[in-house]
């Protein structure tokens, strides 16, 4: 079981910087590959980052290539979205999530979610 807890959402205006944390408990945190995902109003939740278990692989939706970076911490148990040059099409509840792969892109495979934090950008 892991228990995730995002942090560090907010308000920003376009061009901003914000990071996100995620706080994993549980002692297997690097046996699990990491994502983030967001759902902005009336749509579906999309991916936009994972890292391997290790924190040597990692992908990124087309969308935030070269704007945000994932990394994590298995000392810390952290995982973080560093989201730079932010756009207002970037507003959505940003979840990071667990699963038991080396590394997945696909929602359907993640497994523990957190509850979500707002990021909202303004023009």
């Known amino acids: 079981q892991v228990q995730l807890v995002e942090t560090g959402g907010g308000l920003v205006q376009a061009g901003a910087s914000l990071k996100l944390s995620c706080a994993a408990s549980g002692r297997t945190f690097s046996r699990y590959g990491m994502g983030w995902f967001r759902q902005a109003p009336g749509k579906e939740r999309e991916f936009v980052a994972a890292v391997s278990w290790s924190g040597g692989g990692t992908y990124y939706a087309d969308f935030v290539k070269g704007r945000f970076t994932i990394y994590r911490d298995n000392v810390k148990n952290t995982v973080y979205l560093q989201m730079d040059s932010l756009k207002r099409e970037d507003t959505a509840a940003y979840f990071c999530?667990?699963?038991?792969?080396?590394?997945?892109?696909?929602?359907?495979?993640?497994?523990?979610w957190g509850q979500g934090t707002q990021v909202t950008v303004s023009s």
């Open positions: 999530a667990a699963t038991n792969q080396v590394v997945s892109t696909s929602l359907k495979t993640y497994t523990y």
